[in-house]
C-alpha cells in the first residue's frame, strides 16, 4: 500500500543518497569545498522537511509499508528492500533528518579552517552517514537493517577517523569499528538463526507470526541475545563501551551527530523495533535492564573524573543510553524510545555547545576554560538549557522521559536497576554542572586557573597561545545551537502542558507511576546541582578533599575501571597468543604438509635422475629389458 | 630345413648383437653389434621371401644392406670425430646426455 507518509520518508532518504552519491562522483564540486557544503547542506534541508512531512502525514497506528522484491530465489522473495513507516519509525527519522540537517550547518563554521578538498570529503561522508542512518530507521526487514546498519558502522569509522593524519583519530577509528565489529557478529548470527526459526526477514510478518502464537518460543532466547550483542555494540553498552570515549578524536559535529544523537541510538532504536519478540524472552529483558542500569552507572562515575569535556559529554551519552536500555529491559520500550528523542536533541545540542566553546577556546580541556560566560553569554545559555535538560529538571525536555523511565523501571519491578539509576541522576547532575562551573564560571580562564582540580597533573602543554580571546560563535554554528536549544524547551513545556500522554507508539502497556517519584527524582538532581555548586563554584567544599572521600573509587575511574586495560590484555594477550597459535598451526602443520610433500618429490626426482647415467648403451638395455618384460606380460595375460 | 631354423638363427644372431651393444665398451664394438642386429634383420626377410615365393623380402634385403654399409660409414665417422673431440671412444665416457 502506497501512502503519502512512506512516499515523503523514501524522499528523505534518498535525498542524502543524493547529496553522497553527487559528492562522491563530481569529484570537482567534492574538492571545491564549500560550494560541496552548499549542496549537501541544501539536500539535508530538503531531507527534513521531507522526514517532517512524512511524521506528519502518518496518521494514528497504521502502518504503511513500500517494499521492492529484492533477493529472489525459488520462486518466492528472500528479501525486500523498502519502507516501513509507522509511528516510531517517522519519529526517529525526523530526529535523525533534524540533527544531521543541523550539523551540517553547523560544520560549516565548525571547519571552516578545513582545506577544501578535506571539507569536501567530510560532506560525503555525512551525506551518506545520514543515508545510512535513514535506511536502518525505516527497514521493513532485518536484511536492510543489517546492510545500513554496517554502513552507518563504516561511516563513524571514517569520521573518527577524518583528521586520519593524528594517531590518536587514526586508532580511535579503528577501535571503534572493531568494538562494535564485535558485537555486528552476534548480531548477524541472531539474524540468520532467527531465520531459520521464522523463514522470513521481514518485520512485519515476523511479527504476525509471534502474535499468532506459530514462532516456537525455545531456542529464542540465544537469538534474541545474539541480536542484543549487535545493540551492546553500537549503544555502548557495558563491556562494549570502550570505544565512545574515544571516538570523541573526530571533529565535534560527528561526535554531536552519530555519537551522541543518532548512531549509537540504533542500538536501543533495535531493541524497541524488535520489542514484540524480546517480550518474548523475559530472561534477556531481565539482562538488558541490569547491563544497561550498571552501564548508566559506571559511566556515569567516569563522567565524573574526565576533564575533556567531551569525554564528559561522552561518558554521560553512554550512561544515558543506559537508561534506555534499562527501560527496554523493563519492558516498556516506548519509555526509552522517549528519552532517545529527546536525548537526541538535547545531547546534541550540549556537544555543538561544547564545539562552539572548544572552537573558541582551541582546548578540550575543563582545566582551560573558566569564566567563559562573560566571552561567551550565548554559549552559555544554550549550554546551560542542555545541562538541565539532561539534569531532568522540569520545564526542560529530558526531564518527563527520565520520569518516564524511573517509572517504567519501578512499575517493571526492578528495584535493583531503579536503585543504581536514581543514583545516576544524582551523579548526573553533579558532573554535568561541574562542567558548566568549570568551564563557564568561576575564575577567569587560562592556565592561571589549572589545577583547580588539584591532585593528577595534566600537561599544559598546549602549544596554542591563549592571546586569542574567545568569543560566541558564527551564526552558522549560532543558529543550530539556538534551535536545539528552543526544541528542548518547547518538548519540557509541551510535555508540562499536554502530560505525559506519548504522541507516538501503539497501545503500551500504561503504568502508574507512583508518586512520590517525581518530587524524589528532581531532589535527586537538585541534591547533584547543589555539591556541584558547593565543591566548583563556592568551593565551600574542596574539590581535593572530596576526591580524597572517594579515593579508590576515583583512583579506578581515572584508570576507567582498567576495563581498557583489560581489553588491551585480552588482545595482546589472549588474542595475539591465539593468532601466533593458529600462524603457528599454519606454518608448521598446514604448510608443512606442502612443504614436506614438495620436498619429497623433490629428493625422490633427485634420486630418478640417477638412472639417467647419459651412457646410451644403459639406454639400449633398458629397452631390450622393457621389451622382453613387455612380450612376457603379452604372451601370460 | 624348414622356416623355424632360419628364424631361429636370425634370433640368435640379434641377441649376440644386442648383447655386444649393451656390454661393449668400445664404441665399435657397439657398432659391430648394431651391424649384427641389422643383419639378422636381413635373414629374417629372406628366409621369409624364400619360403613365401615371393621376392619383395629380398629386394628390401638389398635396401637394407645398402642403409647398413652408409649406416657404418656414417658411425665410425663420428666415433672418429669423436676421438678427436674426446679423445676416447670408451662408450662409459660419453655421458653428455647424462640428467
Redesign the interface.
Known amino acids: 500500500m502506497m501512502t503519502s507518509d512512506g512516499m515523503f520518508a523514501l524522499a528523505a532518504v534518498l535525498l542524502h543518497a543524493l547529496a553522497f552519491l553527487v559528492l562522491a562522483i563530481v569529484f570537482p564540486l567534492r574538492r571545491m569545498g564549500r560550494p560541496a557544503a552548499y549542496f549537501s547542506v541544501l539536500c539535508a534541508v530538503g531531507s527534513l522537511a521531507a522526514a517532517l512531512l512524512a511524521w506528519q502525514a502518518h496518521a494514528g497506528e497504521t502502518v504503511s509499508r513500500l517494499v521492492w522484491t529484492w533477493l529472489p530465489s525459488g520462486g518466492q522473495t528472500l528479501a525486500t528492500v523498502g519502507v516501513l513507516a509507522d509511528a516510531e519509525s517517522t519519529a526517529m527519522l525526523t530526529l535523525v533528518a533534524l540533527v544531521a540537517c543541523l550539523v551540517q550547518v553547523y560544520s560549516i563554521g565548525y571547519l571552516s579552517e578545513e582545506p577544501a578538498p578535506s571539507l569536501g570529503r567530510y560532506y560525503a561522508y555525512q551525506s551518506l552517514f545520514a543515508f545510512s542512518m535513514m535506511g536502518v530507521v525505516i527497514a521493513p526487514n532485518l536484511v536492510q537493517l543489517f546492510i545500513c546498519w554496517e554502513l552507518v558502522g563504516l561511516c563513524s569509522y571514517l569520521l573518527i577517523g577524518y583528521w586520519y593524519y593524528k594517531p590518536e583519530a587514526a586508532r580511535a577509528a579503528v577501535k571503534a569499528f572493531w568494538t562494535t565489529k564485535l558485537g555486528d557478529t552476534g548480531f548477524l548470527i541472531g539474524i540468520v538463526l532467527l531465520w531459520r526459526l521464522s523463514g522470513t526477514f521481514d518485520l512485519t510478518e515476523m511479527r504476525v507470526l509471534v502474535d499468532s502464537g506459530a514462532l516456537p518460543v525455545a531456542g529464542l532466547s540465544i537469538i534474541t541475545f545474539c541480536i542484543y550483542l549487535g545493540a551492546v555494540g553500537k549503544s555502548a553498552q557495558f563491556p562494549l563501551h570502550v570505544w565512545l570515549p574515544d571516538a570523541m578524536e573526530g571533529p565535534t559535529p560527528v561526535s554531536a551527530l552519530i555519537h551522541a544523537a543518532t548512531m549509537v541510538t540504533a542500538g536501543v532504536y533495535l531493541l524497541l523495533r524488535l520489542e514484540w519478540l524480546f517480550a518474548l524472552t523475559p530472561g534477556v529483558l531481565l539482562i538488558v535492564a541490569w547491563i544497561g542500569a550498571f552501564t548508566a552507572l559506571l559511566a556515569a562515575v567516569l563522567a565524573c573524573v574526565q576533564d575533556d569535556i567531551k569525554r564528559v559529554l561522552a561518558y554521560s551519552t553512554v550512561s544515558q543510553l543506559g537508561y534506555m536500555m534499562t527501560a527496554i529491559g523493563a519492558g516498556f520500550a516506548t519509555a526509552g524510545f522517549f528519552h532517545l528523542l529527546t536525548h537526541g536533541v538535547f545531547k546534541a545540542l550540549l556537544f555543538l555547545g561544547a564545539g562552539a566553546v572548544i572552537h573558541a577556546v582551541h582546548s578540550n580541556d575543563l582545566q582551560h576554560m573558566g569564566g567563559l560566560a562573560r566571552r561567551m553569554p550565548q554559549t552559555t545559555i544554550v549550554f546551560l538549557v542542555g545541562t538541565l535538560s539532561l539534569a531532568g529538571i522540569p520545564l526542560f525536555g529530558g526531564f518527563l522521559s527520565k520520569e518516564e523511565i524511573l517509572g517504567a523501571v519501578w512499575a517493571g519491578g526492578l528495584v535493583g536497576p531503579f536503585a543504581l539509576l536514581m543514583l545516576v541522576a544524582f551523579l548526573t547532575a553533579f558532573y554535568m554542572f561541574r562542567v558548566v562551573f568549570l568551564a563557564f564560571f568561576g575564575a577567569s580562564w587560562g592556565p592561571a586557573s589549572a589545577g583547580s582540580e588539584g591532585d593528577h597533573s595534566h600537561d599544559a602543554g598546549d602549544s596554542r597561545d591563549h592571546r586569542h580571546v574567545p568569543h560566541d560563535p558564527p551564526i552558522s554554528m549560532a543558529l543550530p545551537l539556538w534551535i536545539l536549544a528552543l526544541l528542548s524547551v518547547a518538548i519540557g513545556l509541551y510535555f508540562l502542558i499536554a502530560g505525559p500522554a506519548l504522541p507516538f507508539g501503539p497501545g503500551e502497556p500504561e503504568f502508574e507511576a507512583p508518586g512520590w517519584l517525581m518530587p524524589s527524582a528532581v531532589a535527586v538532581a537538585a541534591a547533584g546541582i547543589l555539591l556541584a555548586w558547593l565543591t566548583y563554584q563556592q568551593r565551600t567544599i574542596d574539590a581535593a578533599s572530596l576526591a580524597a572521600a572517594f579515593g579508590p573509587i576515583r583512583d579506578a575511574a581515572l584508570r576507567k575501571f582498567w576495563i581498557d586495560d583489560l581489553f588491551e590484555a585480552l588482545y595482546g594477550r589472549v588474542l595475539l597468543a591465539f593468532s601466533r597459535l593458529i600462524g603457528w598451526i599454519d606454518r608448521y602443520i598446514v604448510d608443512g604438509v606442502v612443504n614436506v610433500a614438495s620436498a619429497w618429490t623433490l629428493t625422490s626426482g633427485d634420486d630418478l635422475r640417477t638412472m639417467q647415467s647419459g651412457r646410451a648403451q644403459d639406454y639400449v638395455y633398458g629397452v631390450a629389458v622393457g621389451l622382453v618384460v613387455l612380450l612376457l606380460w603379452v604372451r601370460l595375460s | 630345413m624348414g622356416l623355424q631354423a632360419y628364424l631361429t638363427l636370425a634370433a640368435v644372431v640379434f641377441c649376440i648383437g ?1 648383447f655386444g ?4 665398451r668400445n664404441t665399435i664394438g ?1 657398432l659391430l653389434g648394431i651391424e649384427l642386429m641389422l643383419n639378422s634383420v636381413n635373414i629374417n626377410l629372406v628366409a621369409f621371401a624364400r619360403f613365401s615365393g615371393d621376392v619383395t623380402g629380398m629386394i628390401f634385403t638389398v635396401f637394407t644392406i645398402c642403409i647398413t654399409v652408409v649406416e657404418a660409414a656414417l658411425g665410425l665417422a663420428i666415433v672418429i670425430l669423436l676421438f678427436r673431440i674426446r679423445r676416447t671412444v670408451m ?2 665416457h ?6
Open positions: 644386442l651393444v649393451v656390454t661393449r657397439i662408450a662409459d660419453l655421458d653428455l646426455l647424462k640428467g
